[in-house]
């Protein structure tokens, strides 16, 4: 068996057996809040790196250098994302978090149903979580599966390998939801940090010097890609903007901030997370551009920071970046199939069945759909491998749409389910309408922003001056007389 | 909602974040000068390296000198 291969199964099973053990240690009583937030008990180091891995995925870690071998200077818009996204959280993370712990809310959708009183938005919010999140999955299966074909060369079947491995994750949370996830990704989180870090810097020093001497190579043979001219400058804005706003919007994150044990560790973790981008995201955007000017020829840009490490350093370093692809891959799955299953039980089961569920129950419902979306994710990876970069893009733009219900209510009071929920909806058709295009270089999800919050500036707008009860009785008198 | 919250966000903080997407944005349009370098790394390179950094660096102080 190949050295690289090995360490990567060794590093698959080890996180295994330490999640399955981080069951057995702490979920003996199946309380809900246990189960799904950790008991919102993370001191933090734990909470840090359990975002981490579970915020950086198999997208970052291999797409982020395979962007930019793509897109050249393009791939900054990558930091701009989470360290803006770190500023928005810092200053509406700490009220998100201080309300869900006073109202035991679990989910981002419990959260919506708080703020707005409002059964159908909070179900709507809950399915566009749930929907939006199934490709999530199934791409870092496909992270893992190229991963393995990669330290292997080949000679496994490599996402035959990645589905065990995605069973071996969901097996862990099954056992012991949140707190399985969150020690299983201390490891994860470490893992990732040091290979991304680690293994781009010793690219970076054995061929180029530093990064003066990168920048000189890559422009003797591609001068574009130092610049942002391979995208344009209005993509590199809108997605700078979309991809912040949007960054807090996905209801796995929100659910990972629940597991903060107070406000304080909320507060610290997002600086620390910001400098984990300066340590991880910022040197992997610069293998793309080394893997260019070493004029390495790639059959998919995302194998760019596996084969130049390969290149540079052998078996053992490649086995270590694919550990930390696979771990990056895997944790974020992990988070992410506990919030769509606990989602659909308390938010889309419970209002439709007008049941209200004891937690031994909303423990035994989660788990029986975590089992049902890994199925849905597995059957997808084999059936449907090329929607994936589409249906991310997709899912990016459609949660984005969720930034007037969560952000904008925390600071505008008045804001209602009334103005919200046509909102929402516009934003989502113009999305799925503008899907694949770009109107003026700018990308569909702000086009969708725009209509959303136009939308429901008007009807806000129409609210408070009484026009829509004048609509309202023009109607009535209307249908009396005609 | 059913319970009021005592966590306010702070002026100066919305004030930083607005300033921050500005940076972050705006100069996009005047940096993009490959021939341009400082310390030997093109402009708009060494500008979001440095950025990024002065992004970082502001979320911790706002940590630190936090006294909620």
């Known amino acids: ?482 | 909602m059913t319970t009021s919250e005592n966590y306010k966000t702070k002026k100066f903080e919305i004030l930083l974040c607005l300033l921050l997407f500005a940076l972050w944005t705006i100069p996009a349009v005047f940096i993009d000068k490959p021939e341009i370098k400082v310390l030997g790394i093109p402009l708009l390179w060494f500008y979001y390296i440095t950025l990024s950094f002065i992004t970082s660096l502001v979320i911790t102080l706002m940590y630190l000198l936090d006294e909620r």
């Open chain 1, 1 to 482: 068996m190949p050295l690289a291969l090995a360490i990567m199964l060794f590093t698959i099973v080890a996180s295994g057996a330490i999640g399955v053990t981080a069951a057995k240690l702490k979920v003996k009583a199946l309380r809900a809040d246990t189960y799904i937030v950790a008991g919102r008990a993370l001191g933090t180091l734990v909470y840090f790196l359990n975002a981490a891995a579970a915020i950086y995925s198999g997208y970052t870690f291999l797409g982020g250098a395979g962007f930019s071998y793509k897109f050249g200077a393009a791939a900054i818009f990558m930091w701009a994302t989470s360290l803006l996204g770190y500023v928005v959280g810092y200053i509406t993370a700490p009220y998100i978090w201080s309300t869900a712990k006073k109202n035991n809310l679990l989910t981002l959708s419990d959260y919506i149903m708080w703020r707005y009183q409002s059964k159908l938005l909070m179900v709507l919010v809950a399915i566009i979580s749930v929907i939006f999140n199934v490709p999530y999955v199934q791409m870092q299966i496909r992270s893992v599966s190229i991963l393995l074909g990669i330290s292997s060369g080949d000679t496994i079947p490599a996402l035959h390998v990645a589905v065990f491995s995605f069973l071996l994750v969901v097996l862990y949370v099954f056992l012991g939801g949140m707190v399985s996830v969150a020690i299983t990704n201390v490891f994860f989180g470490a893992l990732m940090l040091a290979t991304m870090f680690g293994g781009s810097l010793a690219v970076i020093l054995k061929y180029f010097g530093g990064l003066p001497g990168l920048y000189s190579a890559v422009e003797a043979v591609s001068p574009q890609h130092v610049t942002l001219g391979l995208k344009s400058e209005a993509w590199f804005i809108s997605t700078v903007i979309g991809t912040a706003l949007n960054f807090w919007l996905w209801s796995t994150r929100i659910q990972v901030l629940y597991t903060a044990r107070d406000v304080k560790v909320i507060r610290r973790g997002m600086a620390l997370l910001s400098w984990y981008i300066i340590l991880g995201t910022v040197w992997i955007t610069h293998i793309g551009l080394a893997t260019r000017a070493l004029g390495l020829r790639l059959e998919d840009p995302d194998y760019a920071f596996a084969r130049i490490v390969n290149l540079a350093y052998g078996d053992i370093a490649l086995g270590l970046v694919a550990a930390g692809g696979a771990a990056a891959s895997l944790s974020t799955a992990a988070a992410i199939l506990l919030d769509q299953a606990s989602s659909t039980v308390r938010n889309i089961y419970e209002p439709l069945t007008r049941r209200r569920l004891g937690d031994r129950e909303l423990v035994y419902f989660t788990r029986i759909l975590i089992i049902m979306y890994s199925v849905i994710s597995t059957i997808l990876a084999y059936t449907q491998p090329s929607l994936l970069v589409d249906l991310y893009l997709l899912s990016a733009s459609g949660v984005l749409q969720l930034f007037p219900a969560l952000v904008m209510g925390i600071f505008w009071r008045s804001l209602s389910k009334y103005e919200i929920i046509p909102g929402l909806l516009t934003g989502e058709v113009v999305v799925v309408y503008l899907y694949k295009s770009e109107p003026l270089g700018v990308v569909p999800m702000m086009w969708g922003l725009l209509a959303n919050i136009s939308v429901l500036l008007l009807l806000h707008v129409a609210r408070r001056t009484g026009l829509l009860k004048a609509i309202h009785q023009l109607n009535s008198v209307l249908k009396l007389h005609f």
